[in-house]
């Protein structure tokens, strides 16, 4: 059953902790995003990887990190200089092409929660 | 530049009626068009999409959405709104070989 799996559901984390999404797909695509969500916001984009070991700053990639060591694997790390983290984050993964292609399909989400 | 507008952050409707819900974007490039369903504490589920072709576009559960060039709009339509649509609707474009950009979202409420 391909699709992008993102763990935890829930985090929770206190002031000045950093702290790691996970987020893997199985879709074999080379694309992915990370996206924040904020009520009445949408989605903003924070990183994005067009392919492996190489990935480029969003709109809001202050405070956060990536890395993408491997193909399904995108994992995001919310560190202490990131001033509002709560917040839900999804993981969207994309395989460029055109067409039928250039589609984002989303993961579940990890809601974090700054204690 | 390229941007999203859902015009409406809250639309209501009676169970039975048309739900519409208005996408208008801004693109240098002709783009492809999304639209996506969220339910509460969940990921983005795909809708529909247009990339060319047919402007009328059907999608899952019912919906469909129609490009309008002229008018740079990409509304969504249901003929007959039920309980379970009730969810936070996203419109998005893909300028082709550029990121995604996101509407803020139209909240769908459904009236029994």
């Known amino acids: 059953d391909g699709g992008i799996t993102q763990s935890p559901k829930y985090l929770f984390r206190k002031e000045g902790q950093n702290v790691t999404l996970s987020c893997e797909q199985n879709l074999n695509h080379d694309a992915m995003y990370w996206y924040r969500q904020d009520p009445g916001q949408g989605l903003r984009l924070i990183y994005y990887s067009q392919i492996v070991n190489d990935f480029q700053k969003g709109d809001i990639a202050e405070g956060y990190s990536v890395s993408r060591e491997k193909k399904e694997s995108f994992p995001l790390t919310v560190t202490s200089a990131q001033k509002n983290p709560t917040a839900f984050y999804l993981c969207?993964?994309?395989?460029?092409?055109?067409?039928?292609?250039?589609?984002?399909?989303f993961g579940p989400g990890t809601r974090l929660t700054v204690l | 530049a390229q941007s999203v507008t859902q015009l409406g952050s809250h639309v209501s409707v009676s169970e039975g009626a048309l739900v519409l819900l208005r996408c208008n974007y801004s693109?240098?490039?002709?783009?492809?068009l999304f639209w996506y369903v969220q339910y509460p504490n969940q990921g983005l589920q795909l809708l529909l999409k247009y990339t060319t072709g047919a402007t009328l576009v059907k999608g899952i559960n019912g919906f469909e959405a129609e490009f309008k060039k002229s008018e740079t709009s990409f509304h969504l339509t249901k003929p007959s709104a039920h309980m379970s649509d009730a969810a936070e609707y996203f419109c998005?474009?893909?300028?082709?070989?550029?990121?995604?950009?996101f509407g803020t979202g139209t909240s769908l409420t459904v009236i029994p």
């Open positions: 969207a993964s994309s395989q460029p092409g055109g067409g039928s292609t250039d589609t984002q399909y």
């Open positions: 998005a474009v893909f300028p082709r070989g550029n990121q995604f950009y």
């Open positions: 693109s240098s490039v002709p783009p492809y």
